[in-house]
């Protein structure tokens, strides 16, 4: 008898394992432009800031693209085209 319970727990276990490597999140992604006059990682930055302000939980960002803008041979600013992901809850 011991031995029929320690098989049905393994087998609950194993189906509780399943459930959770097959239980998927659904996420969004949204588009951000966002630039600073400092550099690419805090125009990155500025991205995500920008879209925590109507996102939760935010879990990734891809840089799509990078550009800067030229003065007189001086960078003056810098942007970013950014692909933020985040889970729906």
Do not use: H, P, W
């Amino acid at each position: 008898m011991k031995r029929v319970k320690s098989l049905i727990l393994n087998c609950e276990l194993n189906i509780i394992n399943l459930l959770k490597i097959f239980t998927m999140k659904m996420v969004k992604v949204i588009e951000v432009i966002a630039s600073s006059d400092k550099g690419f990682t805090e125009a990155a930055q500025n991205a995500v800031a920008e879209a925590a302000k109507t996102v939760k939980n935010i879990k990734s960002i891809y840089i799509e693209n990078m550009n800067a803008n030229v003065e007189n041979n001086q960078i003056v600013s810098y942007a970013v085209n950014a692909k933020i992901s985040f889970e729906i809850d």
